[in-house]
Nanobody, 121 residues
Framework: QVQLVESGGGLVQPGGSLRLSCAAS????????MGWYRQAPGKQRELVAD???????NYADSVKGRFTISRDNAKNMVYLQMNSLKPEDTAVYYC???????????????WGQGTQVTVSS
């Protein structure tokens, strides 16, 4: 069984910062891409940022220069540092990862349960 558990969400004022964390646990042989998505009320889920195991990163245009994704491969964790937050960043943020459970397995995609980020004064 594989689990992704997010933490670090909450209420923050515009211009503030939050750091999200996601821990992958369970039967894990290796993890390829890890990333963050978000879904605001009435909108589709969208990619915020992702990172390959080798460290290549990709960001949505709306968060470039404000958000930074990082990961600790030894701990099977991924982080999202969010600075200069705006009300339009309000959403449920989901962790996502491509995980291989054993050597002969292929990569399967997993989601966390989500953590709420609310940016409001």
């Amino acid at each position: 069984q594989v689990q992704l558990v997010e933490s670090g969400g909450g209420l923050v004022q515009p211009g503030g910062s939050l750091r999200l964390s996601c821990a992958a646990s369970g039967s894990i042989f290796s993890i390829n891409a890890m990333g963050w998505y978000r879904q605001a009320p009435g909108k589709q889920r969208e990619l915020v940022a992702d990172s390959t195991r080798g460290g290549s990163t990709n960001y949505a245009d709306s968060v470039k220069g404000r958000f930074t994704i990082s990961r600790d491969n030894a701990k099977n964790m991924v982080y999202l540092q969010m600075n200069s937050l705006k009300p339009e960043d309000t959403a449920v943020y989901y962790c996502n990862a491509d995980i291989r459970k054993y050597l002969s397995d292929w990569y399967h995609n997993y989601w966390g349960q989500g953590t709420q980020v609310t940016v409001s004064s």
